[in-house]
């Protein structure tokens, strides 16, 4: 007979070494059901954006169009595909009426499981511009309610895979560029995000072909604060690829903020880095006193241009969260468009979950997208 002394003696390191325990995943002591969210959210905006663009506000086979965004939303907080999804769905019903997705059928108005043929459709009848449109709106939401407040600005860039199946056609809006991140060359797209560094809350998106210049897309951002959001920008904080006269004077006619860019020596003169470097800084510093806007001068080896370059790791902490928690690098999609809905839904996610933070009074979790996704 053998007692519990032995059977905790037989127990032995040697054994638990080779023995394969589960993981089990911990819950958060602090956390809400997903359900929460769309709970404190309003989409309503959705459906107004859709309608100005169609006769109806019905998205694919009769269904709301807000209500297939909440579903496909729902998608990227949990991680699923949209397989997943339509099983979730079909086994849980009442997420039916909890998302709204109730179509004419049978010459009435039902409750129906959306099939996996819906979502793509969907998404095609919305098109480019509404898909900016929502977010756009939805960004305006949150600086309403306070959370975004707009004085310090971030751009940066990542790549993802452009998907590919064995015999099928490839993508051809994708093409081939240098992954800086992941130090490989890779066929895919380019997402650019504009980000508020005090929240590390992205406020715009834009996708390119993952060969195309970063530089090129920051005018078109600074218009969008200019334009929609009207922000009282202090700081504008970029990496090198972003550094030219063009964005500089850009950024300071058109939003009076500082141009925090970290110099980039291409076509300098110099035999090394630093002299490049130094030579870039020379004639950058020229130009500024050519154009009369010398008092926007941050010289870049100074502490005060160091400490607030140094906010960027905001962006490089929102990528993160959007790669682990949000689908970030699952890319399952072909073409632009389609690239385009995968980043607006990735970076609404993280909107989504920082305004139901603040409403249940916790806005230190929000960029804790696991807190409100159980």
């Not at 452009?162 to 066929?187: C, E, N, P, T």
Request: hydrophobic share 40%; proline share 3%; glycine share 4%.
């Amino acid at each position: 007979m053998t007692s519990r002394r032995d059977g905790q003696a037989s127990n032995s390191p040697k054994k638990r070494k080779h023995s394969k325990a589960k993981k089990v995943r911990k819950v958060r002591k602090e956390s809400w059901s997903v359900r929460r969210i769309f709970k404190e959210n309003d989409f309503s905006h959705v459906d107004d954006v859709n309608a100005e663009r169609r006769q109806s506000n019905r998205g694919a086979n009769g269904f709301k169009a807000s209500a297939l965004f909440r579903a496909l939303l729902l998608m990227y907080l949990k991680q699923w595909t949209i397989l997943e999804l339509i099983k979730f769905l079909d086994q849980h019903k009442e997420w039916l009426y909890f998302l709204d997705l109730k179509r004419m059928k049978d010459d009435k108005m039902q409750y129906v499981v959306p099939n996996r043929t819906t979502f793509y459709p969907f998404i095609r009848r919305l098109g480019e511009e509404a898909l900016m449109e929502i977010f756009i709106r939805t960004v305006i939401q949150l600086k309403e309610n306070g959370i975004i407040n707009g004085d310090n600005i971030s751009v940066d860039a990542t790549i993802i895979s452009a998907w590919f199946l064995k015999g099928k056609r490839k993508d051809r809006d994708a093409k081939k560029g240098y992954d800086s991140y992941r130090k490989i060359w890779v066929v895919g797209y380019k997402i650019h995000i504009l980000l508020d560094v005090d929240t590390a809350l992205p406020i715009g998106v834009m996708i390119t072909p993952a060969s195309s210049n970063e530089s090129k897309t920051l005018i078109p951002f600074v218009q969008l604060i200019n334009e929609r959001y009207r922000f009282n920008v202090h700081h504008f904080l970029a990496d090198a690829q972003y550094d030219s006269n063009k964005n500089r004077k850009e950024i300071i006619n058109e939003l009076k903020a500082v141009p925090v860019i970290d110099l980039n020596p291409r076509n300098c003169k110099g035999n090394t880095k630093k002299e490049k470097k130094a030579r870039r800084k020379k004639l950058c510093e020229k130009f500024y006193k050519k154009e009369w806007i010398h008092e926007y001068w941050l010289d870049p080896n100074s502490e005060k241009f160091d400490k607030l370059y140094d906010m960027r790791t905001f962006s490089e902490q929102m990528f993160s969260v959007s790669r682990g928690s949000l689908k970030g690098n699952d890319f399952r999609f072909k073409g632009k468009l389609m690239a385009l809905a995968h980043a607006v839904l990735m970076c609404m996610g993280t909107l989504v979950v920082a305004n139901t933070a603040v409403a249940v009074g916790r806005p230190d979790l929000m960029r804790c997208v696991k807190c409100f996704t159980v």
